[in-house]
């Protein structure tokens, strides 16, 4: 949903969301956190948030939870909008601190591998920031009790939505790190559907990709490279 105003859109102050930079939170709405995204030209505005749109969207399609979100356009000055995303509090841990069941850890980072393959071989957008950590949490909301792992930096900066490019490839060793990580830190339990998809997509490369670095990547996996190499 977008609503289009050319006010600031909140009757009350925004407060400092304590638990992670860059959000706010209304008093008497506590179970949202806003955030306000960087100012966009007004001709570009309604692009931006369709192609937002459409990257979450197809991150729910391959069973990628993203926290449920409005936009609202406001702030009209020197011909540029602010763009706000009003977004479900998640009450939980960032992935990296979070106590995950194994078995939904590894199907969220399967999903991710299928995405990312899904997304090189058909040219599709994807979020720059989307395989890191920090940007997922393991908890429920006010609306919905189930625990799920949520993408929670719902960003509306132009430049997090990328194209397929030559830092394409970084997204799988992020993967991978991600995936050596939870596996050393809960007693070395196998991520099996996650691990199959990745040497698959690896596979894949070494198959149909000449380009240096990603060839580079896939060996550095599937040669069972140190994680803690990775920056």
Not at 31 to 47: A, Q
Not at 85 to 103: H, L, R, S, W, Y
Not at 156 to 181: G, S
């Amino acid at each position: 949903m977008t609503e289009r105003i050319t006010r600031i859109p909140f009757k009350e102050e925004l407060q400092p969301f304590p638990k992670r930079r860059g959000l706010n939170v209304l008093p008497s709405h506590p179970n949202y956190v806003i955030r306000d995204s960087y100012d966009v030209p007004l001709e570009k505005d309604l692009e931006i948030l369709q192609a937002s749109r459409e990257v979450f969207s197809r991150m729910q399609s391959y069973g990628i939870s993203v926290v449920p979100h409005q936009f609202v356009l406001g702030g009209v000055h020197k011909k540029h909008h602010t763009i706000f995303t009003i977004a479900d509090k998640v009450e939980g841990e960032d992935f990296q601190n979070a106590t995950i069941p194994t078995k939904e850890a590894d199907r969220f980072l399967a999903n991710i591998c299928t995405f990312l393959f899904d997304t090189y071989t058909n040219s599709g957008n994807y979020m720059s920031d989307m395989v890191d950590p920090p940007q997922y949490v393991w908890g429920n909301t006010k609306r919905d009790s189930q625990k799920r792992i949520y993408f929670v930096d719902l960003d509306l900066d132009p430049h997090t939505i990328w194209k397929k490019d030559e830092f394409f490839f970084d997204n799988l060793l992020f993967l991978y790190k991600m995936l050596c990580t939870f596996e050393q830190n809960n007693r070395n339990r196998r991520l099996t559907k996650a691990r199959k998809k990745l040497v698959e997509f690896c596979l894949w490369i070494k198959s149909n990709e000449d380009y240096d670095h990603a060839r580079e990547v896939a060996e550095f996996i599937l040669g069972g490279g140190n994680p803690a190499e990775i920056e």
